[in-house]
C-alpha cells in the first residue's frame, strides 16, 4: 500500500513524551525549554502532531503544494490534525476561539492560504474558527478584524500553525493576543520543524522505532496516546503565576 508507507515515512515521527511543553523540543525533562521560558503564563498550553525535518518530506510543504501530495495522505493528515485539536481542546470547545497563525505572503490575502486546511480540520471536529483576525504589516503581526478581536475578549484563543521552527512567531502572536484582551492562548501545531538539530532528530527517530505498533496501526496509536503524552500537557510552572 503506497499510501500508507509514505503517510509513515512522511509524517509519524511522534512528539517524544519527553520534550518541552511549549515548543516540542525534545528535552531531558518535562520543563520548557530554554528558548520557551519567556512564554510561561503567555502559553497556556500546546499540541503538537509531529516532527519534521528536511525540505521535500516535511509537511510543512505539504499544506503550501497542493499538487504534489496525494490526496489520501492529505486528508488523512487533516483528520488526524482535527481529531488531536478535539482530544486536546475539546473541553473548551464551548468558548474557545481558533485562529490561524497569519501567512507571510506578498499578497494581502492569498486565495489558497494554506492555513485554512487545517483550520477546516478543527472545524469539523466542532471548535468555533476565527478568519483573518490577524495579518503581517511589514514584519510586524496585527490585528486586522476589530470585531473578532473583539468576539474573542476573556475567551480563551487557540493558534493553528503548520510549523514552528523556533516558537519566536507564536510566541509574539500569542502576546499580542493576551494583550488583547484573551483569557488564555493555547497552540495547535501541525509540525515542529527540527532540521538542522541532530540530537533532536535523532532522538525523534529512535522514538519511531520504539513505539510497538506496526505503521499501518500508527494513527490508532495516536489516539489511543493522546491524553497521555505532549498533546495535553498544561504549563503549571511558570504560567501560574501570571492566572490571578
Ligand atoms: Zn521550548
Not at 489520501?72 to 482535527?82: I, P, Y
Not at 486586522?144 to 507564536?170: C, F, L, S, W, Y
Request: glycine residues 8%; contains cysteine.
Amino acid at each position: 500500500m503506497p499510501l500508507r508507507s509514505s503517510w509513515a515515512d512522511l509524517f509519524f515521527y511522534p512528539i517524544l513524551p519527553m520534550s518541552c511543553p511549549a515548543c516540542a523540543l525534545p528535552t531531558a525533562g518535562s520543563a520548557m525549554c530554554q528558548g520557551c521560558r519567556h512564554l510561561g503564563g503567555v502559553v497556556r498550553s500546546a499540541a503538537y502532531l509531529s516532527y519534521t525535518w528536511g525540505r521535500s518530506k516535511s509537511p510543512a510543504y505539504l499544506f503550501k503544494n497542493r499538487g504534489a501530495f496525494d490526496n489520501d495522505l492529505r486528508s488523512a493528515v487533516l483528520k488526524l490534525f482535527g481529531q488531536m485539536a478535539r482530544f486536546t481542546f475539546g473541553a473548551l470547545s464551548d468558548d474557545a476561539i481558533v485562529i490561524g497563525a497569519p501567512p507571510r505572503t506578498t499578497k494581502k490575502w492569498g486565495k489558497d492560504d494554506h492555513l485554512d486546511d487545517l483550520l477546516c480540520a478543527v472545524e469539523q471536529e466542532n471548535l468555533t474558527v476565527l478568519r483573518k483576525v490577524l495579518a503581517y504589516e511589514g514584519d510586524e503581526i496585527r490585528v486586522a478584524d476589530t470585531h473578532a478581536i473583539q468576539e474573542m475578549r476573556g475567551k480563551p484563543v487557540i493558534i493553528v500553525d503548520n510549523t514552528v521552527v523556533t516558537g519566536e512567531t507564536v510566541g509574539s502572536i500569542a502576546g499580542l493576543l493576551r494583550s488583547q484582551g484573551a483569557s488564555e492562548v493555547h497552540l495547535c501545531i501541525m509540525s515542529r520543524y527540527i532540521d538542522g538539530m541532530p540530537d533532536a532528530i535523532e532522538a525523534a527517530q529512535v522514538y519511531r522505532r520504539e513505539i510497538p505498533v506496526r505503521i499501518e496501526n500508527l494513527d490508532e496509536w495516536y489516539l489511543a496516546n493522546w491524553g497521555g503524552i505532549g498533546p495535553t500537557t498544561s504549563f503549571d510552572t511558570v504560567g501560574s503565576s501570571d492566572e490571578h
